[in-house]
């Protein structure tokens, strides 16, 4: 448990080696679109590092990059038709920030630097493991903009045509006013580099 | 525009009617030492010397160092030297005879050639007394229109130059105008800051037979003896790098005086005009002392240290530096020793007044230097190497910051 | 709407590093020094306006009539990453000088996601070629602007007393922030 | 006998950093016995206000100060670890004080205690403290805290009018008002209304706390630099660029000398010009980055005066340019060493300007020649939708910036309005609080009758255009 939380902390690719925070910082004005988010990611991470890792022999090394990123375009065009087929409203909200995961550097970092060179179970493994990290990562920063920004918590909404389960949880009630600036692009870089700057901090003293 | 700023004189201080004598140490230590350059050591243990004798040489400009007084080499030692540094030193045994290499006197010290001027300039080991030390007979290499004698003496405190003129402003008109008869100058100014009553009127006393030297005040601001300044205010000319470009040699009055030395009795400077003063010492004053005599042996013998965390300054308090102890050694550019109770400054973070940008006077940007003092790159057009040293961007500056150390050290970094 | 309005608002208004968050990578890597920056910007200007009317005469003449728009995060990705390797390898042959100040910026531009975000702003709002061309050039000049003046900034509190862990990413991001909200206020 | 070594100079100017901040404080105090004299004094006597809530004014500077203070503190406490007497050493030589006093002087009256708290605490610890302290921040930290609140909070400001003044003006401040006129008038609409441009120099006019009184920010500013607490140039270019800007503005469309005069007189220019844009910290240091500072902090701020919905530009225009002062500094160092060039800027700034104000004419032409009045011109239609005997017309209205809103009909008569997009939640408060859309719907008939709710007259003014336009168009 320990050794989990430690890895979700100090090798986080979202926090320490701060990659891919184009989507960390775009699609995280609610909970529920940052885990979403996430979870898109892990998947296409498991499996890009899967298909890299199954064909890393054949591939030669001068066109291994646009080889990785056909592979990684191709998963995200499968993902894009799948959830405008079944979560529109997700679909919509994420934007034109659904095909940008091809350019995640935490995705084509881990075929390259790790997937490329070990064997397909390891890859996997890495893959989940970078995939949870920047999952968690994206719902905190989600967690914390919808609850100071809005006040809410958006349990399930926009994929509630899927699951039929709808909740959105009103936190403080009107006790505090939220403050909007959260929700402002601006706020979100403050945000974000203010808890990487705390989570520095407490590894540092760790 | 000439940028400076206006400093309290605080010159009272050390003025007095008389300088006193304290030219006959029992023994001096002559530092083997040239703008900044350690020279050769050419004499050695038990060798008997006479004044006038060749006791080191600068090798890559042939410029002697001479001796002082007569009397017997007991070795080389460290000695402080007034950039506080321990540099070699040749000390010699005074035997107080003054015995001299050859005695000559000059009737006419017009009748020299151009050439044997610059000859005997260098022969007689004339260096920049204002505080360069550099060999004169360098600036007299080239032809040059104008002459500006430099009695400015902008640093607070200092007086040396002043009663020099008092004292001998007479034998200075007269050398000025030797040096312009051999050297072909159309013009020679003395330039003085416009509220020193006292050289105006030393020489004025004299200078109705000389009408080829102009008496030109300047304005009372500091760093107004800069050359750069001088050249400006005097001649409003400006120039690139040195002032010979615009044909204009600049000198020191107490340089003058020991080239009329040179010129009558071919001597070399053997002696000059210290001053010694600051809120820290009880008997400020002026006293004429041997070169290499041992500083720390005069103030004993004139007064006692007032108060406590004293600086002993070697030079004025603007561009001085301060010394670790009082045993420094005379040389031909120390023309003070300044003893002050140090200043407890609150130091601060530079909050960007711009103050030391609109009183650098080479146009530097102090500050900005300090902030980009690790990005070479930046610091290279921000022109650290025009500084002067002045120091006055130190001393504007409200957060008391060594700006005047940065910009040093920005100057060695681009080098 | 008209070319100067979408020129003007994608410039300030819709910044596409502060308001769309493209190319962070890119912004928090070389804003270092003042040179870095500008020749990223430079090459992404670059890149991305030749990428726009390729991607724009792709998209209109190919995968529209075949009614396979769906190809286009594929399509588009490649074109980038052909168009990149081909501009490096005539740079490195025929411009030296120029290589060796861009180049090291060229295989970064692949995946800096301000080029494909721009590219596949213009095709899902439908754009023009001409409208296309302006968006294109009004976010790589904001990009240009918005990195040059960050990476100034930057360098003004490199040698600040910053908390250890504030360091570097965490306070740039703050200024970033900071920028982004000033950015907000002007319209 | 043993010396101190130190590097020279060896003797140092008098003045001190704390003795230059102390100035700045003391150019403060008479502003302040000011906003004390106007909002709680004057407004104690002449209305019914209870004694605390014309005090307000009073505790929000309390408030600013002690906030600024109380973090700057918990910052050495907590983060630095320093102790209590270091702490209090440190937090003298960081004038920590100053941030949260300018801040609550460039507040409206009515802003909540908490908000003005909420300012400072942020334009202490992200303004200042996170960059370093005093000395090294990059923005100055008191528009930190107002940039802060004015995306959070906005909404919550309140009316930068005191309640005498409420009583007796049509309930906007002199730019507001300018604004809603779309930026031309008589001396009578844009001026008459406060009284004389006198006025407007002597302060009684609404506006923020500090920035009302010109004469004192005049006195402020001569001590100011008589003293050498402040860099006068960027102040004198900043007023001169606004003056002369709005000047060809107002002599091209007719106005007098008294256009450009209002415009320097309202609003915070001169407070911002003397008090923020000077900020030592956060301005140029060189003396041409500084003048080009000034120039274009004017042109910023008749840009936001002008072409957006903001009728305020000044501490937006000031924030902008703390970002541009490096640059401006990397310029004026390649001058400073190469004077000759000094065209380019020259040339730059002359054709922006000119473009600047060609562009503010025309647009101020534009709205002239298509009439103030112009119901059609402000709301335009978007589309209608038709849903049996229901029609949805989608609109847009000018109010304060450009409302939308989606206006059902039935049988040719309004049965709600949905406002979809709002710019300025100030006066949708307002509005909100006398349910004025509920009025608008049930007064439709006679809508002229109904009158605009005072502290919001652009909105209901949008909303009642709304509602002509859309019954217009029903009875084509």
Redesign the interface.
Known sequence: MKKIFSYLFKENPVFVL??G???V??VTTTFERSYMMGVVVLVILVLSNLIVSLIRKIVSEEIR??VY??II??L??IT??ILNKYSKPLYDAF??YL??I????VV?GRALSYASKNKVLDSIKDGFKSGLGYLVAISIIGLLRELLGNGTITIMNDISGITGYKEILHIFNNVV?P???FL???????????V???I??R??EV | MIRGLKLEGKKEMSLSEEIIDFSSPSRVCVPLMNNNTSCECLVKKGKKVRKGTIIGIRKNMDFPILSPVSGTVIGIDKCLYLNGEEVDCVVIENDKKENVIKKTLVKDITKYTKDEFVELLRKCAVTGMGGSDFPTFFKYKSDASFLIVNAVECEPYLTADMMLVKLKAEVILESIDAIRKINNIKKCFIAFKENNEIVRNAFLEYIGNYENIILSPVKNIYPMGWERHLVKSVLNLEYDRYPSEVGVIVNNVSTIFAIYKALKFQRNITKRIVTITGEGFTEPINVLVKVGTDMSSIIKKIGKYRGDKLKFIAGGPMMGTALPTDHVVVSNNLGAVTIISDTLDEINECMGCSRCIKVCPAKLCPALIMKNINNVDELKKLHPELCVECGLCSYVCPSKLGLRDSVINAKKKVK | MNIITIFITTLITENVI?????G??SF?GTSNKEKNALGMGISVTFVVLISTILTYLINKFILIPTNSA?????TF??VI??FV?ITELIIKKYFKDLYKSLGIYLPLI????AV??II??NI?SNYNLIESISNALGSCLGFVLVLYIFTLLREKIENNDI????KG??????T???????F?RLV | MKFIKENGPHIKNSDTTSKIMTRFLISLIPIVCFVIFKNTVLVYFFTSETLISVLHPIFMIIVGVLTSFISELLWFKLVNKTNIKTSFLELYRSFSIIPGLLLALVLPINTPLWIVAFGAFCGTI?GKMLYGGFGQNIFNPALIGYL?IS???NA?LGSPLNAYELDTLAGATPLTNLTSLNYFGTYDSIVGSYGTLLNFFSGTIPGTLGEVSKLLILIAFIYLVITKTIKWRIPTTYVTTVFVVTWIIGNSLGLGIWYPLFHILSGGLLFGAVFMATDPVTSPLTPIGQVLHGISLGLLTVVIRFLTPYPEGVMTSILFMNMLVPLFDKIGVRLRYNIKRIYIPILIYLVITILLIINIISNINNNKTNGIDDVGNKVKIIEIKKDGNKKIYNVTSKGWGTIKAEVEVVDKEIKSIIVTDKKDETQWNELEKVDYIYKVITNQKDINKLDAVSGSTFSSEAIKNIIKKVLSEELK
């Open positions: 701060v990659l925070l184009c989507s910082l775009a990059i646009p990123i056909i375009s191709t995200v065009t894009e038709l934007g034109i095909p940008l091809v350019v995640n550097c084509l006013i403050n909007k600036l402002t692009s601006g706020g979100a870089f403050i945000l974000l580099g203010i990487i700057g705390i520095n901090g590894r540092s | 502060l308001t769309k968050f493209l962070i990578c928090l769906y190809l286009q995060t594929i990705i490649l990453a052909c390797q692949t995946t800096n996601c494909f975000g596949l702003t899902r908390l250890k862990s504030f990413i965490p306070i740039a991001l703050i970033a922030g900071i920028m982004a909200l000033i907000g | 992200i802060f995306v959070s909070y919550l």
